[in-house]
């Protein structure tokens, strides 16, 4: 039996620890997945790390903003200060196209939406498959950090290594995939969010059985809402009820639900691509937000919101800027209303926020300095939140032939 669980982020560590106690219950394989920043890995796995290397319950750790090999380095360096053996470590890289590939070769991919004129290419990213996990798992990891892997990638590889499925077994590949899917949408998979009075608590767990019949659970007590998983699955399937995975191409055409029970999953060749993010830099947009309160707050709002939105008009330069006054004008703003058009709105606190875009930093800045300014000359009792200017950034899709990827998986040596 395989027992695989996802705990988001381990933001909620009471969550994390139940699931943890479910995983070790079972007999077999069992198996934890993090999605992690690299920044977090200390603070997330300071109380898992050691649950897990005691229950013997493999650790996957997804990296995707982050060094995977930095981040299995501090795992083990994190294990020594605990007074915990290393454990065996294995790495997954290649994710990062830029790396491996040259940017006029990844330029000629078809990207949707296409960037804007004058944009760079700044990340290129592919959805890694099972196929290098299976052989890290093969030689003994008891931990795996990756960067960006398909969502079906760990259920698959971990399923094909405990029940000794064959590469072309699509149909129970399919099933492993559905896991997956589902796992990673955590709580709401269960259906935490169906009910607006209930706190979103419970995190899920599946049990893959060697004929490919699925079986989920979740940490909460009582009965699983089925339209949680159901909902789970279907979430932005590219085609009606089939997607692609790097492993398999997945059928829900006659799937079923018997309540936590799903079977009938088809599966099928996967294409001879995978799915691949893109990032692009170009221009700047900056934001800056002011706050006002007490007596006659919203009035003293309107008037700095008045006045800023005249001087950044008279700004040189083609920037974009929207000034709004949060918490009454959002509806008036969004059918293009200008603030000195506003009616005031007694007794409310209120924030001026203003948002520019502009094709250099000294466009931006300059209408950044306009609304901190106001809060030395501008009506009483104004206080700067928050003022920031960066690159501006568009995310694109793309297809990546398989070719372009080159996965690499590194075996490190752990203590016996």
């Not at 979103?200 to 089925?226: C, E, K, M, N």
Request: hydrophobic letters at 50%; one cysteine or more; charged letters at 20%.
């Amino acid at each position: 039996m395989l027992r695989i669980g996802h705990a988001g982020h381990g933001e909620r560590p009471v969550e994390t620890a139940a699931l943890l106690e479910r995983l070790s219950e079972a007999e077999g394989t069992n198996v934890l997945v993090l999605q992690l920043d690299a920044s977090d890995v200390e603070r997330a796995l300071g109380d898992v790390l050691v649950p897990c290397l005691a229950k013997r319950v493999r650790l996957v750790v997804e990296v995707p903003d982050g060094d995977p090999l930095a981040v299995a380095n501090a795992l083990a360096g994190l294990a020594a200060r605990l007074g915990k053996r290393r454990p065996r470590v294995g790495v997954l890289e290649g994710h990062n196209l830029l790396a491996t590939q040259l940017p006029a070769v990844l330029a000629a991919l078809r990207c949707d939406p296409p960037p804007p004129p004058g944009f760079v290419l700044a990340a290129a990213e592919a959805e890694l498959g099972s196929e290098p996990l299976l052989g890290l798992i093969a030689k003994g990891a008891e931990v795996l950090v990756t960067g960006v892997v398909a969502a079906s990638a760990v259920a698959i590889a971990f399923a094909r290594h405990v029940h000794r499925w064959p590469a072309g077994d699509f149909d129970r590949l399919a099933a492993a995939a559905c896991v997956g899917r589902i796992l990673r949408a955590g709580a709401a998979a269960v259906g935490g969010d169906l009910d607006e009075t209930v706190p979103v608590a419970g995190l899920p767990y599946a049990d893959i059985s060697a004929d490919g019949s699925v079986r989920f659970h979740a940490t909460q007590a009582g009965p699983l809402r089925v339209a949680g998983l159901a909902l789970a699955l279907l979430d932005g399937l590219a085609t009606p009820m089939q997607w692609i995975e790097p492993d398999v191409t997945v059928d829900l055409g006659n799937a079923v639900l018997h309540g936590p029970q799903l079977e009938a999953v088809a599966g099928g060749p996967a294409a001879n691509w995978v799915a691949g993010r893109f990032v692009f830099e170009g221009g700047y947009e900056g934001a800056a937000e002011i706050a006002y309160g007490g007596g006659s707050a919203a009035a003293r709002g309107l008037a700095a919101a008045r006045d800023l939105e005249k001087r950044l008009a008279a700004l040189p330069g083609d920037a974009r800027v929207r000034v709004e006054i949060v918490g009454f004008d959002a509806a008036a703003k969004a059918a293009g209303e200008q603030v000195r058009d506003l009616a005031v709105a007694p007794g409310r606190d209120v924030r001026v926020r203003v948002a520019v875009r502009g094709e250099t930093g000294l466009q931006v800045q300059a209408a950044l300095a306009e609304a901190k300014a106001l809060v030395r000359f501008g009506p009483a009792g104004g206080a700067l939140l928050r003022a920031a200017a960066t690159s501006e950034r568009r995310v694109s899709v793309a297809r990546i032939d398989k070719g372009l990827v080159s996965p690499r998986a590194t075996q490190m040596t752990g203590d016996l």
